[in-house]
Every structure is written in structure tokens, then in C-alpha cells.
């Protein structure tokens, strides 16, 4: 089966760097993405990794290594307003590109 | 602008009524989803249409039905089979154009209570 796996909370001050890990079981996928949640919500894409390697959006960088099949999302200059959950998917290989969803991560900015 | 749009953002069903979720898109996506979300958990799939007049059961179809008639619409209705139906429901869309980076779009939700 496939499967990922998240931390359920990870708690950081304003200005510091938080990391959020995703570890998955699968026999295949396109890529690795993550999306963020706000209470009440509705997700928000953030990232998408096709390849190995560093992807990086403003604050936001998304890192990917099928061989350790491990992901994570790295939040920089950490503000009150990034108070909220992330989810790490994976795409499906095949063709009807379904996204298989870790459970999420909650994440708290203390001033 | 577009974008999906969901309604209502607030729903109350009486026990053995069947209630419809509206989603709709001007995206021009092929690709449509309903997901469920309970309290403190992820998201999980109820059906999913990557063309008109077709779609697919998701991991938790029981209870649920929907219907693609038009591109740009995909309502989903909880029957009276779901005994638990109290959830955020999220409807999601996705272009088939290859390259991708793999991105749906989501509404804003609706969330459904039992009375």
C-alpha cells in the first residue's frame, strides 16, 4: 500500500526556521507536493517536487529524495500568520492521478 | 478571476435526508474532487471525474453520489446511507495538461452538520 507519515505538531517562534518532515511507502509516484491550511480553510498549494533536489519559493523550499523516500518542507523567517497545518500528497502514479494525503502537520508560531 | 466556488458554506441535515453540495469552476479543469475532512485529520477521497459523464469512486463512497454533466459542475450529494456525514467537505479541481506540477485548485469548503 502506500502510505506517508508526518509529525502532528511541530511548535517554532517568529523569525526562526521550522522543518517538516514527510516520510512515504509507495511503489511509484509523479511527485511529492505540499499544501498549507488555515484553520476553517480551505488548502493552499505551496510546492511541488517532480525530481530529487531543492525547490524554493520565497520562504518556502520543498526538498525530495526518492532513494531515502523522504521529503520535507522548510518554512523560513517564520511569521504568526503561518500558523497553521500542512499536508505533504503524494501523485499517484498511473493514470488517475490521485493524491495520497499524510494527515498533516499542525504548526504553531510563538511570538 | 477564477476559481471554484462551493455552497452553502454551512449545511444541516435532518436524519433520512439526502442533502446536495454545489461546486463549480471557471477554470477550465478536466479534473474534479471531493474530499472529506474530519477534525484534526487529513484529507480523504469520496469520488473523483477527470471527464464529463464519468467518474470514479474514491476510498470512502459509501453513502456518497455525484454527478458530471457539465465541465464546469460536480455536486456531490450525502445520502441517508452515511450514517456519519458531519465533515468539512472540500471540492478540488486539476488541469490534465501535461506538464504539470501537479496543483488543485480547492474551494472554500462547506461544513455539514447533523440536526
Known amino acids: 500500500g502506500q502510505s506517508l507519515e508526518q509529525p502532528s505538531e511541530v511548535t517554532a517562534v517568529e523569525g526562526a526556521i521550522v522543518q517538516i518532515n514527510c516520510t512515504y511507502q509507495?511503489?511509484?509516484?509523479?511527485?511529492l507536493s505540499w499544501y498549507q491550511q488555515h484553520d476553517g480553510g480551505a488548502p493552499t498549494f505551496l510546492s511541488y517536487?517532480?525530481l530529487d533536489g531543492l525547490e524554493e519559493t520565497g520562504r518556502f523550499s520543498s526538498f525530495l529524495s526518492r532513494s531515502d523516500s523522504y521529503g520535507y518542507l522548510l518554512l523560513q523567517e517564520l511569521q504568526m500568520k503561518d500558523s497553521a497545518s500542512y499536508f505533504c500528497?503524494?501523485?499517484?502514479?498511473?493514470?488517475?492521478?490521485?493524491?495520497?494525503w499524510g494527515l498533516g502537520t499542525s504548526l504553531a508560531v510563538n511570538p | 478571476d477564477g476559481g471554484i466556488t462551493q455552497s452553502p458554506k454551512y449545511l444541516f441535515r435532518k436524519e433520512g435526508q439526502n442533502v446536495t453540495l454545489s461546486c463549480e469552476q471557471n477554470?477550465?479543469?478536466?479534473?474534479m474532487y471531493w474530499y472529506r475532512q474530519d477534525p484534526g485529520q487529513g484529507l480523504r477521497l469520496i469520488y473523483y471525474?477527470?471527464?464529463?459523464?464519468?467518474?470514479q469512486k474514491g476510498d470512502i463512497a459509501e453513502g456518497y453520489s455525484v454527478s458530471r454533466e457539465k465541465k464546469e459542475s460536480f455536486p456531490l450529494t450525502v445520502t441517508s446511507a452515511q450514517k456519519n456525514p458531519t465533515a468539512f467537505y472540500l471540492c478540488?479541481?486539476?488541469?490534465?495538461?501535461?506538464?504539470?506540477?501537479?496543483?488543485?485548485?480547492f474551494g472554500s469548503g462547506t461544513q455539514l452538520s447533523v440536526l
Open positions: 478540488a479541481s486539476h488541469t490534465a495538461e501535461r506538464p504539470t506540477n501537479e496543483k488543485l485548485f
Open positions: 477554470l477550465n479543469h478536466d479534473a
Open positions: 471525474s477527470q471527464i464529463v459523464n464519468d467518474f
Open positions: 509507495t511503489s511509484g509516484f509523479y511527485g
Open positions: 517536487n517532480a
Open positions: 500528497a503524494l501523485s499517484n502514479a498511473g493514470n488517475n492521478r490521485k493524491l495520497i
